[in-house]
């Protein structure tokens, strides 16, 4: 079991730094007109060098920017998108987390862009027993927050180390996840040294 851990803690890959979504897989709701932009609220998490998007087929280019207090601090674009899937659109690379920043996103084509949404499953919102009988969710657009490059598990400690402490009470901080872990190891430890006393008395 350790050694699994191990192994999955030490493969690397492009790592999601925060989202929007309210469903595990988005279906794709939202059109955005040929020269329509739009724009929303979203935090977005220090680090951040790619956005993804799902949208259909599209000959933009479709550009996203970063707001900030009526100032744009980041912005990138993407000329096209041959199917429907993820569109990842690298940004400038952002040094600290922008909260209530606005994420405009805006069709700079001649044909409207369909775009998932963040709280429409997949199928979209008419056909899920979720919304039967209710009006229908005003969504944003989904957008993930990648983190630029390849990284392990291990590599990203320390920040998640950092948001493990968020959002709880003061005396809360990074090193409650390290304690977490410790006690964690202990108890395994602990268990082995048991299972290894069992099978010596026998």
Same mark, same amino acid.
Request: aromatic letters at 6%; one cysteine or more.
């Given at each position: 079991m350790v050694a699994v851990l191990v192994i999955v803690l030490s493969s690397s890959g492009?790592?999601?730094?925060?989202?929007?979504?309210?469903?595990?897989?988005?279906?794709?709701?939202?059109?955005?007109?040929a020269g329509e932009r739009r724009c929303q609220t979203q935090d977005v998490p220090s680090g951040a060098g790619v956005v993804r998007l799902f949208s259909g087929p599209f000959v933009g280019p479709l550009e996203v920017t970063i707001v900030k207090d009526g100032? !744009? %601090?980041?912005?990138? &674009?993407a000329a096209s998108?041959? #199917?429907e899937g993820p569109v990842e659109i690298s940004l400038e690379p952002l040094e600290a987390e922008i909260?209530?920043?606005?994420?405009?996103?805006?069709?700079?084509g001649v044909a409207p862009i369909?775009?998932?949404g963040n709280q429409t499953p997949l199928g979209g919102s008419s056909i899920s027993p979720q919304f039967i009988g209710e009006r229908?969710?005003?969504?944003?657009?989904?957008?993930?927050?990648?983190?630029?490059?390849?990284e392990s598990w291990w590599?990203?400690? !320390? %920040?998640?180390?950092? &948001?493990?402490?968020?959002?709880? #009470?003061?005396?809360?901080?990074?090193?409650?996840?390290?304690?977490?872990?410790?006690?964690?190891g202990l108890t395994w430890i602990a268990g082995?040294?048991?299972?290894?006393?069992?099978?010596?008395?026998r």
């Amino acid at each position: 079991m350790v050694a699994v851990l191990v192994i999955v803690l030490s493969s690397s890959g492009r790592r999601l730094a925060d989202t929007n979504a309210r469903v595990n897989v988005s279906g794709v709701q939202l059109r955005l007109l040929a020269g329509e932009r739009r724009c929303q609220t979203q935090d977005v998490p220090s680090g951040a060098g790619v956005v993804r998007l799902f949208s259909g087929p599209f000959v933009g280019p479709l550009e996203v920017t970063i707001v900030k207090d009526g100032r !744009p %601090v980041s912005s990138g &674009r993407a000329a096209s998108a041959s #199917a429907e899937g993820p569109v990842e659109i690298s940004l400038e690379p952002l040094e600290a987390e922008i909260p209530d920043a606005r994420v405009c996103i805006a069709n700079r084509g001649v044909a409207p862009i369909e775009l998932a949404g963040n709280q429409t499953p997949l199928g979209g919102s008419s056909i899920s027993p979720q919304f039967i009988g209710e009006r229908l969710p005003t969504d944003d657009v989904r957008a993930d927050f990648l983190r630029r490059g390849s990284e392990s598990w291990w590599s990203l400690a !320390p %920040v998640v180390a950092d &948001r493990f402490g968020l959002r709880k #009470a003061s005396f809360f901080g990074a090193w409650t996840m390290w304690a977490v872990f410790l006690l964690v190891g202990l108890t395994w430890i602990a268990g082995l040294l048991l299972l290894r006393r069992e099978a010596s008395s026998r």
